[in-house]
Structure formats: structure tokens, C-alpha cells
């Protein structure tokens, strides 16, 4: 329906794009929403670790986060001297049965640390700042991982 409405096209990761193409119910975790989640064509793969994604007059940048989904990403830019940060799942929890991958999600946050963001925004839990309160964010995601026994290192 977006689609078709407003003409929006699917980007995303080639590591996730199999399993929205075939409607995964399973690796979408559709099922727990109780959603008919139905099989999508994607329009543009992103591959690599990085890279830039042009809208109107803004440059978005994405960074490959593995680790709730093989092909997770967080974008970013800067505006104002701010970086915002969008990183959708990054406090979601790293279950077995959804092929998480938890090695790979601390490498993940790591990165997301890096960024040094002032601004984050969770596709879960809301928007958090200023950079302070974005590292604290962070960290407790960090320690909710280990506390929850997703990861064995804190």
C-alpha cells in the first residue's frame, strides 16, 4: 500500500533480502505481531559495509550491524553539527530462534559507540540524547545482552 501510494521504493541489505522476498514469517518474527507479512520485492540491495544513500538533499549514510538480523544496518547524518543516529533494533533481544547472532552484534555496537551520535533513534524504545544520554543508551543495551545471557562478554 505505501508502495503504490506514495511510490516508496524497499532498500535493503543483501544478507536480508532473501527473506523478505520470500515473506519469511518466521526470520521477519511477522508471526508475533500477528501480521500477514506477504513477500516484497526489493529494489536495491545494499552490499559491503558502507555507504551512502542520496535523498533530495540529503546524504545518508549506513553502516552494516549484523547481529539481531545478518543484514542489519543503521544509518546516520549530520545536520546542524548533530549526528543523528538510527538504530532500529540494536536493544532488541538476540534470540536463538531468529538466526541472532551475537558475536557479530558486539562488533555491531562497537561501531555504533564510534559514531559518536548526539541524537539516536530506536525503532523500539524511542529517541535519545544528547550524546551523554546516547552512550548511556548504549551501555545499557550492552549490559541488557549480558544480564539476559545473549552474550557472554559485558
Known sequence: MVRSRFGTRLIIHEKDADIVERGDTRLTASFCFEVDFKPLPVDRRL??????????????????????????????????????????????????EFDCDPSAWLTSIQKLFALNADILCDGHSGAYGPKDVVRQYLEYCLASQHQQGYIKTP
Not at 547481529?67 to 538510527?86: A, K, M, N, Q, Y
Open 47 to 96: 552490499a559491503g559495509d558502507a555507504g551512502t544513500l542520496h535523498f533530495a538533499s540529503h546524504d545518508l549514510e549506513w553502516i552494516h550491524t549484523p547481529g539481531h538480523t545478518p543484514g542489519s544496518i543503521s544509518l546516520f547524518l549530520d545536520v546542524e553539527g548533530e549526528r543523528i543516529l538510527f538504530a532500529q533494533d540494536i536493544g532488541a533481544p538476540l534470540l536463538e
